[in-house]
């Protein structure tokens, strides 16, 4: 039994009003429960109840014992002057001033044995047999409540990159836009990389594209060994210049290359970030002003210059294959990156054309695949769009793996049910 647990019951257990009567004896009617507060003080506010003849309205306060009242020191706060009730799975004291309702005697049996089955399953979800119970319009309208959750939380990430940029809308473009292009093996790199290159200084070299991938490679550190190539040996003498010029050092980060296929290496996505950001005058301009996600996909549609059509790695050839920027690669930009950007700033600025923007977006995106996606496909839970594939994600980590099932929609479900 958790306090949590003892919310989730006052607030949606049908108890059996005849039978309920407070510690002292008197026959109590629960009128309604109130609203949960999530903010500091009573659990339910502005509830109303029936002791005897009377009628109180009020705050009701839950604890698993009575004496969780004193231990809490509520008696000294005036928070909880309002209370009218106070409600505890065990009475493990004597009466106090305020009426008190034990529930252990009130609650069915079969409620808590779901509960802890769900608690204690070690299925890929708790609720792996359950799930499907859920109709198709309730599912619609909770993925619609987890991908809003989820692009909450990654619009704090962003509000937190834009208090330490000074609010530089173009410079947190850089620094996420940078980290997706590292996929997650390198993130922390590319991103490092992007913080040590201020976007005023690629503006200054972004028309000339040999100094722009020279500060690219220069600060992952690939300039510092001696060339055979011609290429790599041209970059190396023009980012010494721009280092001297600017005070650059490189970063300190590896980046790596194990445990993943040629065309993620960094050296090939640094090379396509450099095309990107080649003709672009502000990265953020571009993605506030585009409307379709076609032409999101147009301008994200790069590939690296031609050296890299023979190369995965400075002076170390390979067969010819043109390096692009792919379309699962693509989508993977738009719905960790650009959608969120664009949503974060509608937040930000209060302008709902850019939030429902990036949901269209992430509606016309096509499906992630991995490991957590799998799982909910062999349990016939839909996955056609980003929209779906980033609410399963949310589920997944932020509900079913935390085993927050009493806040679920489909939790709440199986432990109502009769």
């Known amino acids: ?84 009730l106070h409600v505890v799975w ?73 208090r330490q940029s000074n609010f530089h809308w173009e410079e947190v473009t850089w620094w996420l836009l940078a980290r997706n292009f590292g996929t997650k093996v390198n993130a922390d790199a590319f991103e490092a990389l992007a913080r040590s290159i201020p976007p005023l200084i690629l503006g200054r070299h972004r028309h000339r594209f040999q100094q722009l991938e020279a500060l690219l490679f220069g600060q992952a550190g690939f300039l510092e060994n001696e060339f055979t190539d011609d290429y790599p040996s041209l970059l190396k003498k023009e980012y010494r210049f721009l280092c001297n010029k600017y005070g650059l050092h490189p970063i300190k980060l ?87 950007l664009l949503f974060a700033y509608g937040h930000h600025y209060t302008e709902i054309k850019f939030k429902e923007r990036a949901l269209d977006w992430l509606e016309q995106a096509a499906a992630e695949h991995n490991r957590i996606t799998a799982g909910f496909e062999t349990l016939a839970i839909a996955n056609k769009t980003a929209r779906d594939s980033q609410a399963l994600l949310e589920l997944k980590n932020e509900y079913c793996n935390q085993r927050r099932c009493l806040d679920c929609v489909v939790g709440n479900k199986l432990l109502k049910r009769e």
């Open 90 to 162: 065990e009475n493990d004291r004597e009466e106090g001033e305020l009426p008190l309702l034990e529930l252990q005697t009130h609650v069915s049996n079969m409620l808590l044995h779901r509960y802890a089955d769900l608690m204690n399953s070690s299925a890929f979800i708790p609720c792996e047999n359950s799930i499907n119970s859920l109709s198709g319009i309730a599912w619609e309208g909770w993925k619609d409540r987890l991908m809003a959750e989820r692009l909450l939380r990654k619009t704090a990430a962003v509000e937190e990159c834009l």
């Open 1 to 84: 039994m958790t306090e949590r647990l003892l919310q989730f019951i006052w607030q949606f257990q049908h108890f059996n009003t005849a039978n309920l009567e407070t510690s002292g004896g008197e026959t109590i009617l629960i009128i309604t429960p109130g609203q949960f507060n999530t903010n500091q003080g009573p659990d339910f506010l502005n509830a109303k109840i029936r002791i005897g003849t009377t009628t109180w309205a009020g705050n009701i306060e839950l604890h698993l014992k009575t004496s969780d009242w004193e231990r809490h020191h509520h008696q000294h706060d005036r928070n909880y002057a309002n209370v009218i």
């Open 254 to 340: 590896p980046m790596h290359f194990l445990r993943m296929r040629p065309g993620n290496f960094p050296t090939i996505r640094l090379a396509q970030l450099a095309m990107l950001l080649h003709p672009s005058d502000h990265l953020f301009s571009v993605i506030r002003n585009i409307v379709t996600i076609g032409d999101i996909r147009n301008w994200l549609n790069v590939t690296a210059n031609d050296y890299w059509h023979y190369h995965y790695r400075f002076d170390e050839p390979s067969a010819y294959r043109e390096k692009r920027l792919g379309t699962t690669m693509t989508d993977n930009i738009i719905i960790n990156t650009i959608a969120p």
